[in-house]
């Protein structure tokens, strides 16, 4: 199937770049609730696609579902021309998607770099004989990952203990490894799942930067956050879910007028929405598109 761009939605700016990952009328039920409802929506090769909406929206469900975790209970999933509806989330790895958790999932008693090293074995040109003889295949092939994680590491700025175990680590620098493990695999699209979640001013800005930096690899990025500032500063566009609808999709001047959204958000009865709400109707236009037009001008 080609891509055609979702019809029921609309921005202003329409990215000129192919279209990587197509979601038509997915739907995820479980039992009596309905987590992701008839949505649709397009994310292009390089490009940083921000899904936010307040808590319960359906956007860890929908992530879930193009990322194989569940099945969704209807619509479809169409990945760089291949349809990955339903398929297990090893075979949508394989097609190049990756991606990251809410919850930290790294192997806590192996190494830094043996965690990165997981992440491209996929990829690694070995068979059971060369590991088991070990063969100067295998050890040429080893030298190379090893060589390959410390780069991504250097890539993602980690600068922690590359040698230890990795629950050692602060979370801020887990969350960087996590990312380079993903990257790692040398995904075509990689899903964040809140990765500014727990980090302090300075570790978001850093991710700010790489986000952009891994964009610029050719890589879409395709971001659930609740950190408003971040969305706006790094998104080129933004999909808004609210109990598992879209209710808007646009650019961040779009989303950030965008009176369902705001209505969504405010009108919410979850504290921390209406907070992302106050955070983004509290910055000035020059804050936060100021820097990005600068910056991608
Ligand atoms: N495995 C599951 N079984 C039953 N209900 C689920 C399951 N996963 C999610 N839900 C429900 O689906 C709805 C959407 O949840 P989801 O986690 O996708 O939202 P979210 O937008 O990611 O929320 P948050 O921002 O809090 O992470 C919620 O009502 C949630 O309780």
């Known amino acids: 199937m080609s891509a055609q761009p979702a019809s029921d939605v609309t921005s202003s700016r329409a990215p000129l770049r192919p279209v990587l990952l197509a979601v038509r009328d997915m739907t995820v039920a479980f039992g009596g609730v309905t987590a992701v409802n008839g949505l649709s929506f397009d994310a292009h090769q390089g490009e940083v696609l921000s899904v936010?909406?307040?808590?319960?929206?359906?956007?860890?469900?929908?992530?879930?579902?193009?990322?194989?975790?569940?099945?969704p209970s209807a619509g479809r999933v169409v990945f760089d021309g291949h349809d990955i509806t339903g398929k297990r989330p090893a075979i949508i790895a394989g097609r190049g998607v990756a991606r990251t958790f809410q919850n930290l999932r790294l192997f806590g008693e192996l190494t830094v770099l043996d965690n990165v090293r997981a992440g491209m074995h996929v990829r690694l040109r070995q068979n059971a004989l060369d590991a088991v003889l070990h063969t100067?295949?295998?050890?040429?092939?080893?030298?190379?990952?090893?060589?390959?994680?410390?780069?991504?590491?250097?890539?993602?700025?980690?600068?922690?203990d590359r040698g230890g175990a990795v629950r050692n680590l602060p979370y801020g620098e887990q969350r960087r490894v996590e990312?380079?493990?993903?990257l790692a695999r040398e995904p075509k699209m990689l899903l964040l799942d809140e990765p500014a979640a727990g980090l302090n001013h300075g570790e978001k800005e850093a991710l700010l930067g790489l986000l952009r930096r891994i964009s610029e690899l050719g890589t879409a990025v395709v971001l659930i956050e609740h950190d408003m500032g971040l969305v706006m500063e790094v998104s080129e566009r933004i999909v808004v879910l609210n109990y598992g609808k879209e209710i808007a999709?646009?650019?961040p001047h779009e989303i950030r007028t965008n009176p369902a959204v705001i209505e969504a958000y405010l009108g919410s009865t979850d504290a921390e929405a209406r907070a992302e709400a106050e955070q983004v109707a509290q910055m000035s236009d020059a804050e936060i598109f100021g820097e990005q037009e600068e910056g991608r001008s």
């Not at 100067?136 to 922690?160: I, M, N």
């Not at 990312?179 to 993903?182: F, N």
């Open 52 to 71: 936010i909406g307040p808590n319960g929206a359906g956007k860890t469900s929908a992530f879930n579902c193009i990322t194989g975790f569940y099945k």
């Open 179 to 182: 990312i380079a493990r993903a």
């Open 136 to 160: 100067p295949r295998y050890h040429r092939s080893e030298q190379e990952a090893t060589d390959e994680a410390h780069r991504w590491l250097d890539f993602v700025g980690s600068s922690g």
């Open 249 to 251: 999709e646009g650019t």
